[in-house]
T-cell receptor, first 113, second 115 residues
Framework: AQSVTQLGSHVSVSEGALVLLRCNYS??????LFWYVQYPNQGLQLLLK??????LVKGINGFEAEFKKSETSFHLTKPSAHMSDAAEYFC???????????FGAGTRLTVKP | NAGVTQTPKFQVLKTGQSMTLQCAQD?????MSWYRQDPGMGLRLIHY???????DQGEVPNGYNVSRSTTEDFPLRLLSAAPSQTSVYFC??????????????FGNGTRLTVT
């Protein structure tokens, strides 16, 4: 069984500041990990994914995430926030099949000018 | 290329009414699925299908029916709506059911209110 915990339902940063969104997972099998972004009134879009290999994963729009097995974490970061980054972000963990995928509760990111 | 199309965008139902949420994809994807999104709970899988004629239950299937008669379409039916089914519903598809190299593509959602 897999599950995800996202720490902080709401994160607020200033434009140009570091973005850090936290995700911890639980999985009984080697996990595949994902971050999705949801803009208002839209569906989810894939930001990045970890499958195997390099533990630092780069995604779209300057985001990256690091898989840390010892900490069971997959935190999402971006060095410098932009106003267009304001959205809701979901961490997800999966086994081999898409129907195994479990989503976290989401973190709403607000970017202040 | 439209991707995943959901209709309607908004719907209000009275308790006990029935309705069908439509989902269509034009990417020839084998795998299709329905999620509901509730505040503080993320997305939860309702039903999924790995191909035409094959459907299975997800985490929260009660109160919902699905069928998959074609590759393109995967409608979700509420037979007798309840206030607990007030939610935002997302349809998602992927090339096949394996998540590693087959990312989900989401529609824009249907916001359903049951009074």
């Amino acid at each position: 069984a897999q599950s995800v915990t996202q720490l902080g339902s709401h994160v607020s940063v200033s434009e140009g500041a570091l973005v850090l969104l936290r995700c911890n997972y639980s999985s009984s099998v080697p996990p595949y990990l994902f971050w999705y972004v949801q803009y208002p009134n839209q569906g989810l879009q894939l930001l990045l994914k970890y499958t195997t290999g390099a533990t630092l994963v780069k995604g779209i729009n300057g985001f990256e995430a690091e898989f840390k097995k010892s900490e069971t974490s997959f935190h999402l970061t971006k060095p410098s926030a932009h106003m267009s980054d304001a959205a809701e972000y979901f961490c997800a963990v999966s086994g081999l099949n898409n129907n195994d995928m479990r989503f976290g509760a989401g973190t709403r990111l607000t970017v202040k000018p | 290329n439209a991707g995943v199309t959901q209709t309607p965008k908004f719907q209000v139902l009275k308790t006990g009414q029935s309705m069908t949420l439509q989902c269509a994809q034009d990417m020839n994807h084998e795998y299709m699925s329905w999620y509901r999104q509730d505040p503080g709970m993320g997305l939860r899988l309702i039903h999924y299908s790995v191909g035409a004629g094959i459907t299975d239950q997800g985490e929260v299937p009660n109160g919902y029916n699905v069928s998959r008669s074609t590759t393109e379409d995967f409608p979700l039916r509420l037979l007798s709506a309840a206030p607990s089914q007030t939610s935002v519903y997302f349809c998602a598809s992927s090339q096949h059911g394996g998540g590693v190299d087959s990312p989900l593509h989401f529609g824009n959602g249907t916001r359903l209110t049951v009074t």
